[in-house]
């Protein structure tokens, strides 16, 4: 019991301590505070009205943005499907599948918008880092959503077409793909669901599409166009995520 | 009469998962003959049929399925097997597929590997699949998916499968335990009135007495791993029923007296 109230005080002057060195050592002023009211204010008043003559950039950029997450999720599936495969317990050895479980649990905790910054510096500005970030990235989830899928298949249907006589071709076709295809069908499109939704900041670190332009009117403190262009991102998030509800009622 | 299988001294010493031990089983089985396996859950049953299907690896004894001996160390060759069907307990169907399509697997051996790979069957391939369906009453299901179907009509697919192979055996493994008795009697019927209008011997594994009184000709008693007794249907015995499943119910598991 003793020990537990310890436990329990030890943890709170932890919390405390922590807090207090936060506000020691970062410069958050009293007046600072007060005065972000009135500034934050004056910066929502600058974006109204938005200006919507930059409509044409808005479509360039969307359409960047779309084609960076088609190729993007190109990538990450030619990618996930042989890593996805090395990944399952079922059709891999351990010395295989550990390994490559290990790799793709490093890649997922990996940020997107860091691999993305990496691959500006590497190939330059443009959407191609925002392309190879994207396939980079998604196959780290991509991969062991295949190789669960590989694993959950049902093993009865293909002892049953084992003692039928078939092949080991027609057994992958007739008995483990069936099942394997909707669930294949459903993580792909979801990851394409959040490669898209990703993407549309890549641009803010010269990794391509719509992104580009808040960070370019941004700087250039253009805030009312900067505010048309975060309508607009705003507005394709929401219309993904509806698209997202009718495709979960569609495969669940 | 010919021989359907003949199994000499077959043991199988059990490796640790699902599958139970057999000790010292003989038995013969005519052509034309319907036998059944009755004892309770854990005396060998689906061990025993999984080893003729050809399925276990690691048995001794000599094994002889329609003139074939079997292998212990290898599985058998492709070309035999459609000849020899398996009904599942649990269906073991792909449930996202059709009736048609499940029930066409079941000719995949005896398909050229092309056909079968590239999903085209012939058209006797397709007559030989809606007999079987019809046989099974479930012709107006042929399109139907699998998982939009009762555990009644799903077995009915899976003996339609079976019959879709032309097989001159079938091996049944508890294909009603999961089913209530009415649906039970008739899959019995129609599995082994089939069987019969085909000249195929059936082996069906059952706990229930009264199944296997009423649909068998002859009743092989398992008990933990060894074949108890083995009678013609008319002399199956309530005392040996009840010896059968003397102490059942706190019988412990095969592992368990392995380890002792």
Known sequence: MRSRGFGSFAAAALVAGAILWSFATTDVELSRILS????????LGRMFPPDTSVMQEIIKGSAETMRIAILGTLGAVLLSVPLGLLASETMAPPASYR?????????????????????????????LPGIIAIAFHATGMLAKFYAEAIDGVSPAPLAALESAGAGPFARLRYAIWPQMAPVVARDTIFRFELNLRESL?????????????????????QYD???????????????????NVVLRRRFS | MTVATQIDDVSFVHSGGDTRALEHVSLSVQAGEIVALLGPSGAGKTTFLTLLDGRLRDWRGRVSVLGTPLDPDHPPLRAGRPDIGFVFQEFALVERSTVLRNVLNGRLGRM????????APDARDLRVARDALADCGIADLADRRVDSLSGGQRQRVAIARCLAQEPRLILADEPVSSLDPTR????????TQAAR?????????????DLARRFAQR??????????????TSGLSEDATADLYRDAAQMPAIGLRAVI
Do not use: C
């Open chain 1, 99 to 127: 390994p490559i479980r290990t790799l793709l649990a490093f890649i997922r905790a990996i940020p997107l918008i860091l691999v993305a910054m990496l691959m500006v510096g590497a190939v330059g500005l443009g959407p």
């Open chain 2, 184 to 191: 039970a009697a008739e899959i019995l019927t129609l599995l």
């Open chain 1, 225 to 243: 166009k900067a505010a048309s262009v975060t309508l607009a991102v705003v507005v394709m998030v929401v219309a993904i995520e509806g698209v």
């Open chain 1, 201 to 221: 900041i890549l641009g803010v670190v010269g990794a391509g599409g719509i992104g580009f332009y808040i960070q370019t009117y941004v700087r250039s403190f």
């Open chain 2, 112 to 119: 050229s590997p092309l056909r079968a790979v590239f999903g």
């Open chain 2, 219 to 232: 009743v092989v008693g398992m008990r933990d791993g060894r074949i108890a007794f083995d009678v013609p």
């Open chain 2, 197 to 209: 209008a085909r000249g195929a011997t059936v082996l069906f594994s059952s706990h229930q007495p």
């Open chain 1, 36 to 43: 972000s009211g009135p500034r934050i204010a004056n910066f």
